[in-house]
């Protein structure tokens, strides 16, 4: 199949962007969206051009770096699916399609279709865990968990942290990938001592990086390849809430260095 | 035998104690020498790769109080491709009172290796498995549980026990997210520093101790030199020698392979695992292989067509025009044969020219008597995900028409060689995970990867790594002669990819170099076979120091770039793997010798002449290795020919 | 330079108010306002009983609480907590929008199809309409500075007086006020709801359709009025 590329290129952060054309005439509709842009590569070498750069890895949908925004969408029109997993069955042959990185000011270009979304780490390392050191773990068994819950955990784990959630919403939060976070650790009786220092310490950190508030817009859980249902923000709401007015707050969030 | 290598000195592994092999690893532990408290914070341990192993073992690290410098090629250490395992972690609990055992679990891995791995290794694997599930429940890791709220257990891999803990299918993604959380909560504590997008690019080594790493920053481009007391490689597999494998794209052999030409040896390279149960390829354009769980093959029929070149649909192909080859083969194991048995035997079939689907590559996987049996509803509760996953691949419809499956590069057993105390034969570097040679022998058993990257991680370097340091690690100076020498060659390196400017793209060698390596080096192998890549290797890399094309630059993220050095490692990496696999005249494992078989045509295993573990020392690019020896003793277990007839 | 893996340096010297506090603003004072809204609605349809009704009401507003509190205390403490709760309601939307301004530096040139609900992308905007109407309808039906009648205590004259058929245009834009509003409340209800903490998988399509016949019954009451008026229906 035939298909009109248009590709965000920017050649480093400092540099201001723009879009560029591309013709692919020998795709395949078995090929996945990555590797269109692998033949689109290899044509762009041979011409002694600079191919594009993507961040991918995995290509099983499971590592969540790939990162674009496909005719206006984060992974693309499938639902639920990464682009590595897109394929171009899913688009007409003839068709121009327009290929940006994920826009946030949290995510700054690194290059082309390249971002950086290391605010994701340092939002997780705010307290996006369980203390539980090397060795100091009670038998499996010792603490039963019931599986709704444990379920329900499950679910909002399952979050790839690929950002598409912040590239779709139109105010740049990241509250779903706050919000799943809270609900994983949440809903475990082993999060359960941790669980108000954790909401303030990431709430606050997710505002420190430059993500912007929520207002239900709901686009996140649109966009999200693994569907990570809305409801994880309302679970962040409850818990942030109830750790500012709990008496345990005090207690419970010690002094980050 | 063969005139391409020296057989030099044998190896041995002096830190494995003696005595019952029950005791042995609490000896070991009471044996190691041990660091003061007040001088770990003096010390820097870098740690290279942040999957299972590598993250489980940096964060460990920091909580003993060691400084930790962490390093990742991805943008985020949450990415390692650990991430991607999807069927589960063997424990031996024996939660399901089914008989399971410490002993039990040691006793499937070492038959299951195939007899190639040191028992001492693979009893203190089973002895902790116990330890990491409780270690990952602690951290919060979502596993499956029942209506009771306890964990729930499947078997997994053709053993006869349920031990294995999941998931659903992302057991790895929850295993790994547990490592990363730990190591996050360090990075914020201190504890570690964090380098992501930071790629190895060399090791220094000073005064016959590794003291540190050349990395480039894959933003900047920057060549940067950190040095500390211990080297730590978690770097994972080389299975991307074959371009096409299930193996994340930038899975590289570069650090381990940096480390072998500085002296590591390097075990048992051409021990590979193919996985049965992967999408097949689908045109040229293909860039990986994706694996689907072998749960499977539990209820699915694989087949072919009788006739060759038959491309009828297979609705349209009667039933007595089908060759269900492994129920036929095998009809006590039947679908349910291990993963080197299914592999060989779809790839047989292929070779005859009965494959299924484009070019061939393919064997049908059939769920039509499972629906008619057990309804189109129990198949989707059980394999629905997997289905849909077919589906959004192939755009077939796998509760319609047979799914098609080929085997697929998995996991390499092969890798540096280490001792009981996962130290290489440098002083100083310590390799965990895939990334060593250790636990699995000649095959990896299904749900054995993700234990043993914890079990080194978490629990086991942590102890040993403190005895090499207790020991005292002399001062260095920064600017050592091996640090500007290390510094030196990797921007030598660099300027030279760059500037070559040939008329060939680094993938198209990859893929030469893959499909070579899968012809000759992959499920079977053959004398004739391995000399004739033997020969085209060293050609296929002269000409990639000559005409690859490399464009951009070296300050700024280059990919092609990053690429180009990685090939560049695996081009001499192939080399050692077939001269490995042409040494080794004896099928084991995965690895199918076809000169080694019995007179049915399974595979024959020559423990006289072959029960020991090939650890290859490096002399130069292009000249023959060294081969040491380390001999394998079995108190325990003893060998046996596998049977699945 | 990108520095990676390091955590961002907070903002130290400044007091921050995080975007989980202004949200929690914006659904109390929301709450307020729709409370508000209810009242006011409830009133209006005295109309229907005629013009003494609608009249008595009115001037009872202003005598509620006697004689524990002196005529038109309790009047002006509920105006104090509206004012409270709209300039609570408009700082935080303020600052949120200009956060989102912020997080969101650059468009996408592809513009993104909307695959929430379009009630959630008007918000902002819809709110401006609101806030301006509100002012027009104060000096209109309150101060009657704007009304054509224009007496104070006579409510229903003044209504009448205003949806009267020739001024087609007042009612026309009474009516998409009051629609925006609608739309406003629609998502503010289910948002508030969201945000309080209210809303689960499981109740999720429940809210939303609550909120949906919350905002629709609240517009069909507020456009009974002026429709009752142009048509001649209450004259």
Redesign the interface.
Known sequence: MRLTL?V?RQ???DDAGR?VTYQVDDA?????F??LI??LN?R???D????V?F???????????CSM?I???PHGP?KA?TTC?L?L?HFRDGETI?V?PF????F?V??DL?V???????V???G??????????????S?????PQ??R??AA??C??CGACVA??????ASLFLGAKIT??GE?P??QPERYSRVLSM?????????????????CA??CPKEI???V??????D??AA?TSKRKAGAAPA?? | MYSDYIVGEPIADTKAPDGPIEGRWEARRFGVKLVNPANKRKLTIIVVGTGLAGA?AA??LA?LGYRVKSFCY??????A?S??AQGGINAA?N?RNDGDSVHRLFYDTVKGGDFRARESNVHRLAEISV?I???C????V??????????DNRSFGGTQVSRTFY??G?TG??LL?GA???L??Q????GVE?F?RHEMLELIVADGRARGIVVRDM?TGEIETHLGDAVVLATGGYGNVFYLS?N???CNVTASWRAHRKGAYFANPCYTQIHPTCIPV??D????L??MSESLRNDGRVWVPKAKGDTRAPADIPEDERDYFLERRYPSFGNLVPRDIASRAAKTVCDEGRGVGPGGLGVFLDFADAIQRMGRAAVAAKYGNLFQ?YQ????EDPYEVPMRIYPAVHYTMGGLWVDYDLQSTIPGLFVVGEANFSDHGANRLGASALMQGLADG??IL?VTIGDYLARGVPPMANDHPAVREAVTSVQERINKLLSING?R?V??FHRELGRLMWDECGMERTEAGLRKALERIPELRQEFWENV?V??SAD??N??LEKAGRVADFLELAELMCLDALHRAESCGGHFRAESQTPDGEALRDDENFSYVAAWEFTGTGQPPVLHKEPLVFEYVHPSQRSYA | M??????????TARV?V???????IMAVSGAILIAFLIVHMLGNLKLFFGATAIDEYSAWLRTAGEPAVPAGTLLWVTRIVLLAAVIGHIWSAAV?TG??H????????????????YA??T?RWGGVIIALFVIYHLLDLTTGTLNPHGVHGEVAANLIADFAPERWYVTLFYALAVIALAFHVR?GV??AL????????AT?ATLKGVALVFAVLLAVGFLSVPFAVMTGLVS
């Open positions: 248009k965000w050649s480093g952060p879009l395949s509709e078995d090929m996945s990555l590797e692998d033949v290899e762009l070498i041979l002694g051009e600079e191919p750069a961040d991918h890895d995995c290509r099983e949908g499971i590592c969540g770096a925004v005719n206006g969408e499938q699916t997993q394929h069955r327009t940006e826009r946030a000011g949290a700054p690194v290059r390249v950086d979304r290391s605010a994701f780490d340092r997780i390392a705010a996006g865990y369980i203390t539980a050191p090397t060795g100091t773990a009670p038998e499996a068994h603490v039963p968990v019931p599986k444990a379920d955990a499950f784990a399952t790839i942290g779709a919403c139109p105010n740049g939060s994983h650790l475990l082993q999060g709430v606050e950190q997710h505002d420190a990086e430059g993500f912007g508030g929520c207002t239900n817009t709901g686009e649109v966009a249902p809305l409801d923000i309302s679970q962040l709401n409850r942030y809430l500012k980050k260095s | 489980s964060a460990s909580e991805q943008d985020s250490p949450r990415r491709h991430i991607a609990k939660y330890q599930i409780d270690q429940v602690a951290q919060g979502p596993f499956a549980r029942e209506y009771g709220g306890l964990l998931a659903k992302q993604q929850q997210l990363y959380q730990a996050q909560r990075v914020d504590a201190g964090m992501a933003v299930t994340a794209k930038g689908s045109g354009h293909q860039s990986k994706t694996l996953m959004r691949i192939t755009g978490y629990f942590p008329s793209t993938d198209s094309k464009p951009g700024t993220l990919q092609s | 990108v520095t990676l893996g390091q955590r961002a340096t907070k903002p921050r995080t975007s989980l506090q202004l949200k929690l949120l956060r989102a912020r997080a969101r530096p650059v468009r996408y040139v592809h513009r993104r199809p909307v695959n929430g609900s959630a992308r918000m998502h289910w948002s969201q945000t309080i903490g209210r809303s689960s998988a999720q």
